[in-house]
């Protein structure tokens, strides 16, 4: 009893350090094990990173409340299998009364000692603790064999407990054959289940279990996990390779202490032990020098896009691979947001003070915008390193995307620097010609053709069949871009129409009450405060209280809306709908649209635009018709 209790008095690094002196000296004498068998917890003490599962069965067990099924599920290595076995011998933790302590036999999760039935269940051979491997016994056979063992009473220990390992990959009939003993299972059995996979598992029996899922070990436990090892082991390492090996592990811990154990024998030999460099490590790993990643991600960002390339080339010469490294420098651009958005990231002990230091200037000299979009073009490349022929030279590429990228103003700066009227290094030429591009439409085949015209317009001087390619000026594409409605604007005041509110609509982004407005909307009567219609067929039938709510928060005021049986004219989209009608019918009629149709048979109106546009359509044809001459004479 005395045992016990001055072994709850210990903290959690002195119990831990105690627990793996005592596994490093009980395995002294014995066959070389690996390390990720040596140290496998054996109590909830040695359990690392999961201290809610361990305070959930601490309290199940003191107040009796005894799942007969339990749920383990968590990523590789995290100790799914190995919280299992512990939970075996929880149920079975039985001690014979010595002179030095009371006799347990009652299930617990403080066993100090190892128990009647503790060294067998960990060295799975207990006849009542039967692990199965659900990869290779999948079938309705196994479960079968499974129910008809479940009936009888343990032999040994006070509970049978079945240990079922990748659970999901059962397949549908022993599930389905598990289920009602799973919901109603003798007294004298436990089932506990791990999976990687828990999606896979059906619903019908991750409602009949206790879930746990297991955390990853974030890299501080992890760097304190291993450092207790490696003075266990008498093994000497430098906090950056084990940093590096915690990283790489990506929360595992047997990951880690496989990666530890290769790293030990890559490691220089001493009269002490061995001896582990962060150098030493690097090559193993095939990962990059943290500084010399930082570097290439200022390089880039700079703009200085030969020395890239330089470091990359060194990286790729040191063994490093190419996507490992873009990985890498992801991992700084995130690393720069979080510094960005959560200042108090710099005080995580995970992070080398290189990576703190630069980490924070990089934050403070980009912006978000900047940030994101070097993210983005980071995880497109990585997509298209892993289908190039030729990794380097697709890295090489990214690099060169970046760092022009890095130049460019976000598009708000874009379209601020040119509604002002201000040059950006280019960058205005730049994105005028993008738009030029983009909005430029050149007939390849005459399948469909756009024609703009006033209503009852017809177009003629020195116009042709081939001058009627629809072609925006990059000016006017630029001033519909850029342009503010200035009278949708003073609307938020005063609304004198109907086609005031809308735009007040469109300008407020309500665009389901903007739509409503045009499809819905047969107007009676409309003045500044009041407003009459009739509710087209299919209308929301609410649509006047919702408007009265919107132009109240829009405006200030109350309006008067009423909606009326009859009366009403035609709605804004009826009445577009009659005009492109008549527009489409004039234009029919137009001798020079009529050859066009003519010369190329199944040619369409899609739509007829006038106004403003018509003069310059005009203008642009006349331009076309000239090139398009002279290209003939030419």
């Known amino acids: 009893m005395d045992h016990e209790q001055n072994t709850s008095e210990l903290t959690p690094a002195q119990a831990a350090d105690k627990s793996l002196l005592r596994q490093a000296g009980e395995a002294g004498t014995a066959p070389y094990r690996v390390l990720a068998r040596k140290y496998r917890p054996t109590t909830f003490i040695d359990l690392i990173g999961q201290q809610s599962l361990v305070r959930t069965l601490e309290n199940a067990f003191e107040l009796g409340r005894i799942h007969q099924a339990y749920l383990l599920t968590g990523v590789r290595g995290v100790g799914k299998t190995t919280t299992a076995r512990i939970l075996a011998r929880a149920f079975n933790y039985e001690v014979l009364a010595t002179e030095d302590q009371l006799a347990i036999d009652r299930p617990t999760i403080h066993m100090p000692t190892l128990g009647v039935h503790c060294q067998a269940i960990i060295d799975s051979r207990h006849v009542d603790v039967l692990e199965m ?337 629809a072609i925006s000026p990059t000016a006017q594409v630029s001033k519909k871009l850029l342009s503010i409605d200035s009278k949708a604007v003073e609307s938020v005041s005063v609304i004198e129409s109907f086609q005031e509110l809308i735009a007040l609509a469109e300008t407020k982004r309500d665009i389901r009450l903007k739509i409503a407005l045009e499809n819905d909307v047969k107007l009676v009567h409309f003045e500044h405060g009041r407003v009459e219609f009739e509710l087209a067929p299919g209308g929301a039938r609410d649509l006047a209280s919702n408007l009265i709510q919107k132009i109240q928060a829009w405006t200030n005021e109350r309006w008067l809306i009423s909606v009326v049986a009859t009366g009403g004219r035609s709605t804004l989209k009826e009445q577009q709908m009659l005009k492109e009608r008549e527009k489409r019918t004039d234009l029919e009629s137009d001798p020079l649209v009529a050859a066009v149709m003519t010369e190329f048979p199944g040619a369409q109106i899609i739509s007829v635009r006038g106004g403003e546009d018509a003069n310059s359509l005009a203008e642009m044809s006349e331009i076309l018709y000239d090139d398009f001459s002279a290209e003939d004479n030419d």
């Not at 003798?186 to 297991?214: G, M, N, W, Y």
Request: glycine fraction near 6%; aromatic fraction near 4%.
């Open 133 to 469: 491997d659900a990869a290779s016994h999948t079938g309705i056979d196994d479960v079968r064999e499974i129910i008809e063992n479940a009936r009888y009473r343990p032999v040994m220990a006070r509970t049978k407990v079945y240990i079922i390992d990748e659970v999901h990959m059962l397949s549908k009939a022993a599930f389905n054959g598990l289920l009602k003993t799973l919901e109603e299972p003798p007294e004298h059995v436990k089932f506990i289940f791990a999976t990687t996979e828990i999606d896979k598992v059906p619903v019908t029996v991750r409602s009949r279990c206790q879930r746990f899922d297991l955390r990853r070990i974030d890299s501080g436990l992890m760097t304190e996990h291993l450092h207790r090892i490696c003075r266990a082991e008498e093994v000497s390492i430098d906090a950056e390779a084990l940093m590096m090996i915690a990283r790489a592990a990506e929360g595992s811990v047997r990951d880690a202490l496989s990666l530890l154990d290769q790293a030990i024998a890559y490691g220089s030999i001493q009269e002490s032990g061995a001896l582990i460099k962060s150098d030493d490590l690097r090559l193993m790993l095939g990962v990059a020098d943290k500084v010399r990643v930082i570097d290439l991600f200022e390089a880039v960002m700079a703009g200085e896009i030969a020395q890239a390339i330089s470091l990359m080339q060194e990286q790729y010469n040191g063994g490093v691979d190419p996507a490992q490294l873009l990985v890498e420098m992801a991992e700084f651009v995130h690393l720069a947001t979080r510094f960005k958005l959560s200042p108090e990231v710099t005080d995580s002990d995970a992070l080398t003070p290189e990576e703190r230091h630069r980490g924070r200037a990089a934050s403070e000299r980009l912006t978000i915008p900047v940030l994101t979009r070097a993210w983005q073009i980071l995880m497109k490349g990585l997509e298209e390193l892993r289908s190039s022929p030729r990794p380097l030279q697709s890295a090489d590429m990214v690099l060169v995307r970046l760092a022009y990228a890095a130049k460019m103003p976000t598009p708000s700066d874009a379209l601020r620097l040119l509604e002002v009227g201000r040059d950006f290094n280019g960058s205005r030429e730049a994105l005028t010609e993008n738009v030029d591009h983009k909005t430029h439409t050149i007939a390849a085949a005459p399948a469909v053709t756009s024609v703009r015209a006033g209503r009852g317009s017809n177009l003629t001087g020195n116009t042709s069949i081939r001058s009627l390619v």
